[in-house]
């Protein structure tokens, strides 16, 4: 039997409730060496909906899985259709005010580094610089064959010859730029092979049941290492590819700050959670600290 991935998390003990006391953030900031690690909740603002809140896609949606997108075409039929109509969406997503503040305090030497879970690139697009993308990024197209990488507008417009007039109307958008249809909207969607050897694309992302790469993981590891804190903004943590650095910080006694509307799988290793909107709360937190423009 095929074990499904992780993709809720129910606290088994009674935890902290979040402030909204930003000064423990502006502290661990105003000292520098601050590693953010951000999810998606960074990018609700910028008009892409997270998983697991209170209008997150998981309750109407089930993400791809690394196991069902290789078990057959019928199930990269669906993947693509739904994913090359969210491209069109997705890809017209611009950075919010959590992701200017971010580069802001990269900008002014407060951080160490940048982890993001997010696959949005919109980090990038707000001025940040060696970003580190967990889970890979939309933007690029691998072929699982030959390994060739390829951007994702070139599929787009492959795609798009391919399918000419395929233009359903999508009931929403998920964080991983799949876009809610249905099988009778789906209909005979054509996929294409890589123009290198003809064998199966998929997104450079890291699926739902998919481990991420070795290296990138010991990366992030080395990162967390050189960190004086861990900055977590808008993840729940339930995962374990970005818990780990939570614990690792933790267990290295290094101070985990959170902000997260919701109570995350992070909190009991936090010093505090702080439940406000990020952008709202990285803003005065910038201003607090004299930095302008947000």
Not at 105 to 119: D, E, K, M, P, Y
Not at 262 to 274: C, N
Request: proline share 7%; with cysteine; net charge positive.
């Amino acid at each position: 039997m095929r074990m499904r991935p992780t993709l809720s998390w129910t606290p088994a003990e009674d935890l902290p409730p979040g402030s909204t006391d930003l000064a423990p953030v502006a502290d661990a900031l105003s000292t520098g060496g601050v590693l953010v690690l951000s999810g998606a909740g960074i990018s609700t603002e910028s008009g892409i909906p997270d998983y697991r809140g209170a209008d997150g896609s998981l309750s109407r949606h089930t993400p791809m899985t690394y196991q069902d997108f290789t078990a057959g075409a019928p199930a990269r039929r669906r993947y693509w259709a739904r994913s090359h109509l969210g491209w069109r969406t997705f890809g017209r997503a611009r950075p919010n005010a959590g992701h200017r503040a971010v580069a802001a305090f990269a900008r002014h030497g407060l951080l160490s580094g940048v982890i993001t879970q997010n696959v949005d690139g919109l980090h990038q697009a707000a001025g940040s610089e060696g970003v580190v993308e967990l889970h890979g990024s939309l933007d690029r197209v691998v072929c699982l064959s030959c390994g060739t990488f390829s951007p994702r507008r070139e599929l787009a417009r492959r795609l798009e010859e391919a399918n000419a007039g395929f233009a359903p109307v999508a009931a929403g958008i998920n964080p991983d730029g799949d876009a809610d249809l249905t099988d009778e909207q789906v209909g005979d969607f054509r996929v294409v092979p890589c123009t290198v050897c003809g064998g199966i694309l998929k997104p450079d992302v890291v699926f739902f049941g998919e481990a991420v790469p070795p290296k990138r993981v010991e990366h992030c590891r080395e990162l967390v290492r050189g960190a004086a804190s861990l900055l977590v903004l808008g993840s729940s943590l339930t995962v374990m590819s970005g818990l780990r650095f939570v614990r690792q910080a933790a267990q290295a006694g290094k101070p985990v700050l959170i902000v997260n509307l919701d109570p995350t799988r992070g909190d009991r290793h936090a010093v505090t959670r702080v439940a406000l909107p990020l952008g709202t709360a990285l803003s005065a937190v910038a201003g607090q600290l004299g930095i302008p423009g947000q």
